[in-house]
């Protein structure tokens, strides 16, 4: 699976941004899709996950109740909608497919990782 992150950018604190990952390569619908982030000099943390089915999300605390993960099987794209962006958001957001869902939400023995996308949010 190849995966494209789109949607990074500069916005103040308080605004919303919507991410994006298209897949292609192999069957979409076969991988529970993640999305972590990276900011400088930390390590990479989980952000939020769905289901192949789309049906069930997870959440980092930290993230619970602005961020939404939702998936389009038809067009092979997960997306991360986040609202209310404060400064400690800030970070290289990353997309990943994974089969097993127990990996996924570790971050561990992820099966594929999108290249990143920055996102930057001013005070």
């Known amino acids: 699976v190849q995966l494209q992150a789109s949607g990074g950018g500069l916005v103040q604190a308080g605004d919303s941004l919507r991410l994006s990952c298209a897949a292609s390569g192999r069957t979409f619908s076969r991988y529970h899709m993640g999305w972590f982030r990276q900011a400088p000099g930390k390590e990479r943390e989980f952000v939020g996950a769905v289901m192949w089915t789309g049906g069930t999300t997870y959440y980092a605390d930290s993230v619970k109740g602005r961020f939404t993960i939702s998936r389009d099987n038809a067009k092979s794209t997960v997306y991360l909608q986040m609202n209310s962006l404060k400064p400690e958001d800030t970070a290289v957001y990353y997309c990943?497919?994974?089969?097993?869902?127990?990996?996924?939400?570790?971050?561990?023995?992820?099966?594929?990782w999108g290249q990143g996308t920055q996102v930057t949010v001013s005070s």
């Open positions: 990943a497919a994974e089969e097993t869902l127990a990996f996924l939400l570790r971050g561990v023995r992820v099966d594929y």
